[in-house]
C-alpha cells in the first residue's frame, strides 16, 4: 500500500491559485492512479481531478475544467493540483488518493488516502 501525504494548501483571495503536492511513498508510485478529492463542510466528498497510472488520461470534474490541472512526475513520487482563478466555492479540504493499476481515474477504486490539506478560498 502506498502512504499519501498532501501539502500546499492554505488561505488564497479569490482568483488566486494555489499549488497542491501529494508525496507518495511505498509500492511503485508509477503504478497508481492519482486522484484529488474535496470535501466542503455538509458536503460529500467528491472526485475533482484525476490521472491515470500512465498519465495518459485525465479526469476534471466540470466546476474546476479549465481552472485546474493535475500532474504527476514519477521522477518524485509527486502528483500535483495546479488551483488557478479559485472561486470561494472550491473552499473544502482536499485529498489526494491512489488506485493500483487504474486505466480511468474517474471510475478508479481508491484505496490509500492522504490526511488532507485545508485550502479556503475568501471572497
Known amino acids: 500500500q502506498v502512504q499519501l501525504v498532501e501539502s500546499g494548501g492554505g488561505l488564497v483571495q479569490a482568483g488566486g491559485s494555489l499549488r497542491l503536492s501529494c508525496a507518495a511513498s511505498g509500492r511503485t508510485f508509477s503504478s497508481y492512479a492519482m486522484g484529488w478529492f474535496r470535501q466542503a463542510p455538509g458536503k460529500d466528498r467528491a472526485i475533482v481531478a484525476g490521472?491515470?497510472?500512465?498519465?495518459?488520461?485525465?479526469y476534471y470534474a466540470d466546476s474546476v475544467k479549465g481552472r485546474f490541472t493535475i500532474s504527476r512526475d514519477n521522477s518524485k513520487n509527486t502528483v500535483y493540483l495546479r488551483m488557478n482563478t479559485l472561486k470561494p466555492d472550491d473552499t473544502a479540504v482536499y485529498y489526494c488518493?491512489?488506485?493500483?493499476?487504474?486505466?480511468?481515474?474517474?471510475?478508479?477504486?481508491?484505496?490509500?488516502w492522504g490526511q488532507g490539506t485545508q485550502v479556503t478560498v475568501s471572497s
Open positions: 488518493a491512489a488506485a493500483l493499476w487504474a486505466a480511468d481515474p474517474y471510475s478508479a477504486e481508491y484505496g490509500s
Open positions: 490521472i491515470s497510472w500512465s498519465g495518459s488520461k485525465t
